[in-house]
């Protein structure tokens, strides 16, 4: 038997949490939509025109192909290494302080992240003296200084390994509590039988962490589609780094037009849309 | 040494080389931001920070200077504060919302309970950005933007779905059998709640606050929707972006600024790391 409650009690519990829904997430989302059809300050319908802008505009199509190279190799990276390291780390003695290190730029901002890696790309003319330890390194190596965050394309991946620095830990720690998750029976059977590491590892690991491996992976990608604190503090998107959530900002305060910046948030949705809902159900999966 | 010993070891000595090597990738960058805080302008400017490595116990060479300047002139003691006021708001009052329904949720049957959390969990799928310009208008109507309450009821809109899943999960784990036994002795929907519910789930509300606590505290998008151009009211994160416009190539004083920033979630991520971890654990692969 079951507690019976009234109307009353419910509403006072889960009343507040869904007024807060509401106000902050459902009537925003459908108004959004509808500010996406209007024009810059939203009073009269111009159709598809916001549309039209975010798909064919130089600037957006530098943005989408920006993010889509994002999407590659933030993804594939973080995934990746995070990965490789959860199955090394587990090898050696010191794994918790290891964990720690790689682990913890997780607990700081993207921007204290961001003037960490704008001190190492630093850049100054062949002959000064350089500051910034990647351009030293270059010179002792014999090489010419680059403008880590000026030059194009180069910048784009100056941009994506501080995302990895930042992330790997968090992919890391998740990846690292599947693969100690696998039973060690089944690890063991494999290498009775013969098997190689490699083999191992893609019959046995990586079937085994799928579930891991599907959250990561998905957690990974509305991550690096709505990616906007480390361009703004490092590039703000200028020398062609440009990404859609920088976008939209600029579109909302430097030029006030609220109809284009709707019509990026919506596309944003979109893309997102089919992504959080797998994850959510490989989430819900690993739940029973 | 053996031939067989050596192919032994091998594996191990790389295994070993790779994450000593990753240890030292992750370290350097913010060691490098660490000792800067600590030299001369002067010197800063005119050697890189690894110099110091070859006497790094000459400590003239030291200064804190970078941090009294920053702490007083930068700005960064109002933001400071701003950011304590602005994380305890945005951690508390979410936290106990997402308390109260998942509580609700998870113990309080009644009908539709299932199409709530079903809503709820949606929500998880909007991306903040579908809703700041709405929000925003609404705020500016109601002259909510710019301050301290606007910005704890947005985190607490944000934060909700998350929280409310991540609890609702927690809650259904406990047995209905011992609010049955409660209720009959005479206790309270209320009382259940908080001499129950709450004690039983302490470790998941501790992850959930260490999470929330840090992802307030390390926000920039928010703050910059919702706080506009005041000053008076920017948290660390905003001071600091401002600061790297303003203060270009200022090392010195930007990578003090960046470590003071930096100082509340270190300590709080070091001292409390099993909470976190167990947070992301929760929040991601268990549900």
Known sequence: MKRKAGFLTPLAYVGPAVA????????????TVIYSFLDRRSESFVGLENYKYVFTSPTMLRAFKNNLLWVVFFTAGTVGFGLLLAILVDRVKYESLAKSVIFMPMAVSFVGAGVVWKFMYNYRPPGAAQ???????LEVLGFKPIGWLIESPVNNFALIVVGLWIWTGYCMVILSAAYKGIPKELL??????????????WHIIIPEMRPALSVVVTTMLVNVLKIFDIIYVMTNGNY?????????????FQFANTGRASAIAVVLFLIIIPIMYYNIRSKLKGEE | MSRAKLRRMLPRVI??????????LWIVPTLGLFITSFRPASEVTS????TVLSSPLKFTQFTIENYRSVLSTGGMTTAFRNSFIITIGGTVVPVFVAALAAFGLSKLHFGGR???????????????????IPVLRLYNKLSLSGTFLGLTLVHTGYGLPFAVFMLHNFFDALPDDLFQAAYIDGASVWTTFVRLAIPLSIPAIASLVIFQFLFVWNDLLVALIYLGGHESVAPLTMRLSSLVGSYGQSWHLLTAAAFVSM????????????????GILGGAVKG
């Open chain 1, 20 to 31: 807060f829904l509401l106000v902050y997430q459902l009537y925003p989302a459908v108004q």
């Open chain 1, 131 to 137: 500051i910034g330890l990647l351009n030293q390194i």
């Open chain 1, 188 to 201: 063991e059977a494999g290498q009775v039988d013969g098997a190689r590491d490699l083999q191992l590892f």
């Open chain 1, 240 to 252: 062609g780094t440009e990404v859609i959530a920088n976008r939209m900002y600029k579109e909302m």
């Open chain 2, 15 to 24: 295994v070993n080389g790779a994450v000593i090597l990753a240890m030292a």
């Open chain 2, 47 to 50: 050697s890189g920070w690894w």
């Open chain 2, 114 to 132: 299932t199409f709530f959390y079903g809503l709820i969990v949606m929500m998880l799928v909007v991306p903040t950005q579908m809703t700041f």
């Open chain 2, 263 to 278: 100082f509340v979630p270190l300590v709080v991520f070091f001292s409390l790391q099993k909470y976190f971890v167990r």
